[in-house]
């Protein structure tokens, strides 16, 4: 695997796991939202 490679690799692991937090927190603002009683897409 060339430095190239490697590089890419690791950036493409790293949006992975950008994604996987972003989906996490947006459904735990949803879970909440929910729980108290209001609508899931208000802020």
Known sequence: MSGAE???L???ILCNAMQIL???KDS?????NICDGRA???N
Do not use: E, K, N, Q
């Open 22 to 24: 972003t989906f996490a």
């Open 40 to 42: 899931p897409g208000l």
């Open 28 to 32: 735990i603002h949803v879970y909440r």
């Open 6 to 8: 490697a590089a890419l």
């Open 10 to 12: 690791g950036v493409g």
